[in-house]
């Protein structure tokens, strides 16, 4: 039988190393790799591809995204690329000048390095943006930045207490600042104008064409569900699989409501039933049990310190009493969930980590594949535990590098010792643990590349530095294979993540082979090809 595919003249990435040259394709499945003789294959209709010393390789995987508030995003108030303060500012401006007629002035993903202390007033949005609401969540999205008329209607005031899950920032007479952390949010994101399901799909749609665009064919939602201000994208990822034009595969993790215990168990196993079509599926639970370290809500097993060097009264925050999560994952294990935690402090890790404990105990061994995303701080202790428990250490690579946000607003505040401990790859790797990678988009780029540069290289593609922790580094295979095999054995998607024979023709092309380069030049690597078994989703423009 002709091949309907067939790659030539460039390395494979396979699973036994870069030994293949040629790659068949028949259908939506793999059917022959191998060197010349797979050229055999070619008939009149066969299409082929020249990779002219390319490298070819599996479609990458993102582990952990939000595809559709990143597609928001980036058709209202997009600040990612704000660089300072005045930047932002300025970005704010000419946005609510262009749209006169919004409502409210949404979007996000500024850098809180633009601002001293991560924290900027409502007095300076008051100045580009007075006559109208203002709510813009940071690039890390634990909070958000707002004007004086938003807390206005919101009702906050000095009087307002925090809720148990966040914090208004406030000044020296205790009079809100604007800054919102956590679930502190809620109070004002509640209140902006919901997206309509057209605009969903749209976001999910233009969301996909970036990320094909990046190489990547699969990820795994890490939010369904509506929180602090995010809208629902379930029936978009719906609507998308059964029109087909969903042409992605897509886990969906479930979002679990940190203010309700397991009674919303059965609403879960009810939305998962309701939730699975063609290329999409909403098998895992997503349990947030910290915030972040900049804000001081990342959990930790002993207190930040304060400018000083002093130990503080501040551990961070426990979102899901730690007690109570043993018995939730234990229940969800036991009715085949998968459980996707966030966990970003040691204390969280450790928690997370006992309560897989305990669900395995319960339970006793299964497929569920519990993953652990972000780990910035791992206590040493815990990391030979991934590797015993089963539990997928997903990374999110390119947060591990000196940036004014981690020299500023993290390491001062951690101390020497932990923050040595700090987005521990290469022990994990060495540990047996498995990796799964991921970017946590809009957060920071989607670009598996530029993760794949930072986790080889530990500096920035941006802007080079120092290395940090240099001890932590991983090799380009084994960066790859977290982004392709490592990720898509966390998605569940057993028939994709490596090039062999009776595979999804879920696949890369590069252009040009980063094995040819040094390492500090990955981050300048591109895609050239994109395909979702066997079909093309992405052209470069001169490839």
């Known amino acids: 039988m002709h091949a309907d595919l067939l790659f030539t003249g460039g390395p494979v990435l396979t699973p036994e190393g870069r030994t293949a040259t040629a790659v068949a394709v028949t259908g939506d499945r793999i059917t022959a790799v191998g060197n010349a003789e797979v050229h055999d294959l070619a008939g009149p209709g066969t299409e082929v591809v020249d990779l002219a010393g390319r490298l070819l390789l599996p479609g990458f995987q993102d582990a952990h995204v939000h595809p559709v508030p990143a597609g928001l995003e980036l058709t209202q108030c997009d600040l990612t690329e704000a660089k300072t303060a005045e930047e932002t500012l300025a970005a704010v401006r000419a946005y609510a000048a262009a749209h006169p007629d919004r ?52 009702g906050v005031t000095r009087d307002t207490p925090d809720p148990a899950d966040g914090r208004f920032e406030r000044d020296a007479e205790g009079e809100p600042t604007g800054m919102l952390q956590e679930g502190a949010m809620q109070s004002v994101g509640r209140l902006t104008p919901p997206a309509t399901a057209a605009d969903r799909l749209a976001a999910l749609l233009h969301a996909q064409r970036h990320l094909h665009s990046l190489g990547i064919t699969a990820w795994q939602d890490a939010l369904l569900g509506s929180f602090l201000g995010m809208d629902d994208p379930s029936e978009a990822y719906l609507t998308a699989a059964r029109d087909g034009s969903l042409t992605a595969r897509v886990v969906g993790a479930l979002w679990w409501d940190r203010a309700r215990g397991a009674e919303q168990i059965l609403e879960l196993v ?23 370290a900049e804000n001081g809500t990342a959990s930790l097993l002993s207190p930040y310190l304060d400018k000083c060097g002093c130990a503080t009264a501040n551990r961070g925050t426990s979102f ?87 020299d500023e607003l993290t390491i001062p505040f951690l101390g020497p010792e932990r923050a040595s401990w700090q987005y521990p790859f290469g022990a994990l790797l060495r540990s047996g643990a498995r990796l799964a990678a991921g970017s946590d988009w809009p957060v920071s780029s989607a670009d598996p590349l530029q993760g794949i540069h930072v986790a080889v290289n530990r500096v920035s593609p941006d802007e080079p530095g120092p290395v940090f922790l240099p001890g932590e580094r991983i090799g380009l295979t084994d960066a790859l294979t977290a982004y392709t095999a490592g990720s898509a054995y966390a998605n569940h998607l057993d028939d994709t993540g490596r090039v062999r024979v009776g595979a999804l023709a879920d696949l890369v092309v590069l252009d040009r082979d980063p094995y040819q380069g040094p390492p500090e030049a990955i981050g ?8 979702v078994g066997g079909e093309r989703v992405y052209t470069a423009p001169d490839a």
């Open 103 to 154: 409502e409210w002035i949404t979007g996000g993903g500024w850098s809180m390095e633009a601002f001293e202390g991560g924290t900027p007033t409502r007095q300076l949005l008051d100045a580009v943006v007075p006559d109208r609401p203002v709510y813009l969540p940071n690039r890390d999205h634990h909070g958000a930045w707002v004007n004086s008329r938003a807390l206005e209607l919101a």
């Open 270 to 292: 009810e939305r998962r039933a309701a939730s699975a079509h063609g290329r999409f599926n909403a098998g895992s639970v997503k349990l947030m049990l910290d915030g972040v």
């Open 320 to 406: 899901i009493d730690p007690d109570r999560l043993h018995a939730y994952v234990t229940e969800l294990d036991a009715l085949g969930f998968q459980c996707h935690f966030h966990a970003l402090g040691d204390r969280a890790v450790r928690d997370a980590l006992d309560a897989v404990e305990a669900a395995r105990k319960a339970n006793g061994p299964s497929d569920t594949r519990p993953h652990l995303a972000h780990l910035q701080v791992v206590h040493p202790d815990d990391v030979p535990r991934f590797a015993h428990l089963g539990a997928t250490a997903n990374i999110q690579p390119l947060w591990a590098a000196h940036e004014p946000q981690m």
């Open 524 to 531: 300048g690597t591109g895609v050239a090809l994109t395909y």
